[in-house]
């Protein structure tokens, strides 16, 4: 497999070692009666459209995120944000603010990156997301400096799936531009060893566990909650609410604001008696075909990076 991550399997140890883990004593929940807004202005928050008039009246606020989404790119991050925006106890940052891994962002400060959130009730939770965090080197000390406690979401799909939608991504930005792309499996196998290409970002981003082993150094495997993303597209609810409980929020998803639009081929969202939203047409690529060897190469090359994710984090997914 190359010396890239050699050693990695073998020195990796989670803070927490998985058979002594013990549940986290559960903080109390934030009462269903705070939830009871007025239904206009709950509208507002969740668009990011609170007037200065009632910002003022009901003593709104921008507050630091208590969770993030920090990946995993093309793992359904958006989706995931969007749906946890339907609970009336969650705000969402818009964009994807890319604080932590922008160091000219991040020399802006801690209040620049305060500003970017949008307003809410000081009981409710703030939620970004930028998947570059997953990756990226100097983002786990950095959001350990700014609060040590914070909730981590990560959504994961099986690897080679979403190494192929991360190439189609690519891919059609440089169709757009009129640029040539290599096919996918010039990219994911180096032509000269015939062996798996771990240079190609790509692949580098579906070794899930060599990433979260830089995680672990800072947060404990408590403070991390994994989501199947596969599962998230298939049959949302259950994940919602595995979601819910990680947060400590009271179960307020329910299956009426969640239902499939056969068109789109996904799921959209329902909010009220009258706003739906689907997701931006960018999603639901049609991914090329791959050589069915090449998908077997790499199913293989990431099967025991799989296996130590799976001891890491204690849920078991049904990758090849």
Not at 151 to 158: A, G, M, S
Not at 177 to 201: G, M, Q, R, W
Not at 257 to 282: D, M, Q
Request: positive net charge.
């Amino acid at each position: 497999m190359g010396t890239w991550f050699g050693g990695v399997l073998g020195r990796l140890q989670p803070i927490c070692p998985i058979e002594s883990r013990l549940p986290p004593p559960e903080p109390e929940q934030i009462p269903l009666r705070t939830l009871q807004f007025k239904r206009g202005l709950l509208h507002e928050l969740r668009k990011g459209n609170a007037t200065k008039e009632q910002i003022r009246l009901h003593n709104l606020v921008q507050q630091l995120p208590r969770a993030i989404i920090i990946g995993v790119r093309k793992g359904g991050t958006r989706a995931l944000l969007e749906m946890l925006n339907l609970h009336p106890a969650v705000v969402k940052a818009s964009q994807e603010i890319h604080f932590f891994d922008n160091d000219q962002n991040y020399a802006r400060g801690i209040d620049w990156y305060r500003e970017k959130m949008p307003f809410s009730f000081p009981h409710q939770i703030t939620i970004e997301k930028s998947p570059a965090y997953f990756i990226t080197e100097e983002v786990p000390e950095r959001i350990f400096k700014m609060n040590s406690s914070i909730k981590l979401l990560i959504i994961v799909r099986e690897p080679t799936t979403r190494a192929v939608s991360d190439y189609t991504q690519v891919l059609e930005g440089k169709e757009r531009k009129n640029k040539t792309y290599h096919k996918f499996e010039k990219l994911a196998i180096d032509s000269n060893t015939c062996e798996v290409n771990t240079k190609y970002k790509a692949v580098r981003t579906s070794i899930y566990t060599k990433h979260l082993e830089r995680w672990l150094k800072y947060f404990p495997v408590e403070q991390f909650h994994i989501v199947d993303g596969d599962r998230l597209i298939a049959d949302p609810l259950p994940e919602l609410q595995l979601v819910e409980r990680f947060l400590n929020l009271p179960s307020r998803i329910s299956q009426y604001n969640l239902y499939f639009n056969a068109t789109r081929g996904f799921y959209c969202l329902r909010f009220n008696i009258v706003f739906n939203k689907c997701l931006a047409g960018s999603k639901g690529r049609i991914h090329p075909d791959v050589d069915p060897l090449v998908v077997t190469k790499l199913q293989r090359f990431f099967h025991p990076f799989n296996q130590k994710f799976y001891q890491i984090t204690g849920r078991t997914f049904n990758w090849p």
